[in-house]
């Protein structure tokens, strides 16, 4: 369990680019914040297909 000092030491860190982001997200339309989204969501299903072993292909190819 991480300690007092270092959950606060992490979000002083964290704080500032967290501020930047949301700030960023208001000037972005309905529309455009949908988009995002969209393209986050098919950015990160096509990292975890990478990093998540497919049983089927590795026992199609023996590793």
Do not use: K
Not at 31 to 41: C, G, H, N, S, T
């Amino acid at each position: 369990m991480p300690s007092d000092a270092a959950i606060g030491e992490v979000l002083g860190h964290l704080m500032p680019m967290l501020v930047a982001l949301n700030d960023a997200e208001s000037e972005f339309t309905s529309d455009e914040r949908a988009a995002i989204r969209r393209y986050l969501e098919l950015a990160s299903d096509a990292v975890m297909r990478v990093l998540t072993p497919d049983p089927s292909r590795s026992a199609a190819t023996g590793r």
